[in-house]
């Protein structure tokens, strides 16, 4: 999303500058040109040359240096990214002071800001901070974090700065087009594990990595949304509803308590099929009987299918093959919007990796193949058939 884009990064004196190092990385990354403007205090802590080998850009600290770097910068911007951002230059840019050159160009700067507070946690309660963060909110500018950590003084409270890949993903949803507001999706991911005795569970091995990239894409475009995940060592997006289950049994129900506020449901989660007839209360010996007996759990999507009303209903089919046969009889069957078929017989794609070769079946039969991509695009892909529905075209 930031590809091609043209993004000021303001760094200001605090330790967390040097993250910034890593905020400017990962931009070049993905594709961004980086431009880098330090204050004073700011190379105390970080020097200019770390910036300038990393964005491969010279970078700006003197607002005397060039006579129109204090322009020409800022006009330039698709984005003035301020990481981290003290409570000095927070108060300042909001009374509109330009004693430096970030601010100077933060006063004639006119697009997308964001601001990544990092402060000890007694400053950012301080009530001048407060309101001077509030002034700047209303005149449009987008805050990321604080977050509550430990912070570099030794102390614990709201102040740290948020973390970076959450900065970056802040940054990203900046550029994107919201044409998911007013929606609500309900997202489920992962898998359901079902407990054997107190140790041992059944389960399978979806790593919830498509689930979660639903909800981020989601979140990007304007969605609220519910994520409802089983085990996964992945971190919730943030802005997301989270609801952590286990058994298949706790997916269903919380499905279908949040399923009134929801406009579309995505049931991206592997549910376990089976689970044991019985679950020991104590762990089964190795001399026990080595039978499971399984019993057949609740097809949730299914039983979602009859209570839909007028919700998009995306479900997905992890097939060994491309047979979209079955998967269009799971679609007609459970009375499906739209399926998900994904061949889970390829190692590079599937669960558990960053990427997914996907194919859409829709109710009107339209079948639609997709190259190998990364999940969060496949996300996109599936995200934009809940649009064309809104708008009466699917
Ligand atoms: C070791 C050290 C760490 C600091 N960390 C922060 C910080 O995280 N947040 C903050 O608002 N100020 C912090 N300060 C204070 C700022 O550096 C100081 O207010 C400075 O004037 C900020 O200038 P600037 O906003 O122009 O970069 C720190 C100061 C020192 C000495």
């Not at 002034?135 to 409270?157: D, H, I, K, M, Y």
């Not at 609220?224 to 269903?252: H, N, Q, W, Y």
């Not at 209570?307 to 479900?315: A, F, M, N, T």
């Not at 459970?334 to 889970?344: F, G, M, R, T």
Request: net charge positive; hydrophobic share 40%; proline share 4%.
């Amino acid at each position: 999303m930031v590809k091609g884009r043209n993004i000021l990064l303001g760094v200001t004196g605090s330790i967390a500058a040097y993250k910034s190092v890593e905020i400017a990385r990962r931009l070049v990354e993905e594709g961004a040109s980086v431009k880098v403007v330090l204050t004073g205090a700011a190379q105390r802590f970080i020097t200019p040359y770390m910036f300038e080998t990393i964005s491969s850009n010279p970078v700006y600290t003197d607002m005397f240096s060039d006579p129109f770097s204090h322009i020409n910068l800022s006009r330039e911007a698709d984005l003035f990214l301020i990481a981290p951002a003290t409570a000095n230059t927070i108060n300042k840019l909001s009374c509109g002071i330009a004693d430096n050159l970030l601010s100077n160009l933060w006063l004639t700067y006119e697009g997308h800001a964001l601001m990544a507070p990092a402060m000890n946690f007694r400053m950012y309660r301080n009530s001048t901070v407060k309101k001077h963060i509030r002034n700047l909110t209303q005149q449009g500018v987008q805050f990321a974090g604080p977050v509550s950590g430990s912070l570099a003084c030794g102390e614990e409270g709201v102040g740290r700065m948020l973390e970076v890949p959450e900065i970056l993903e802040e940054a990203a949803s900046l550029f994107i087009e919201k044409d998911l507001k007013g929606e609500n999706v309900l997202v489920t991911a992962g898998p359901t594990i079902e407990p054997v005795d107190p140790v041992r569970f059944i389960s399978n091995r979806s790593s919830g990595k498509m689930g979660y990239a639903i909800a981020r894409a989601a979140l990007r475009r304007g969605a609220e949304v519910t994520l409802i995940s089983g085990p996964s060592a992945l971190t919730p997006p943030r802005g997301a509803s989270f609801i952590p289950v286990e058994k298949t049994t706790e997916m269903d129900k919380a499905v279908f308590q949040c399923l009134k506020k929801s406009t579309a449901v995505v049931m991206a989660a592997a549910v376990s099929d089976y689970s044991p007839v019985e679950v020991s209360k104590v762990k089964r010996k190795k001399e026990d009987s080595n039978t499971l007996n399984l019993k057949v759990n609740k097809d949730i999507i299914k039983s979602l299918g009859k209570k839909k009303g007028k919700r998009y209903l995306i479900g997905f089919a992890a097939e060994s093959g491309k047979d979209i046969e079955s998967a269009r009889s799971k679609l007609m069957g459970k009375n499906l919007d739209l399926i998900v078929l994904n061949d889970i017989s390829r190692k590079d794609v599937g669960f558990n990796v960053d990427t997914n070769v996907v194919t859409l079946i829709d109710r009107n039969g339209r079948i639609a193949d997709y190259p190998k991509m990364k999940k969060i695009e496949v996300a996109d892909v599936i995200l934009d058939r809940i649009v064309k529905f809104k708008k009466g075209k699917p």
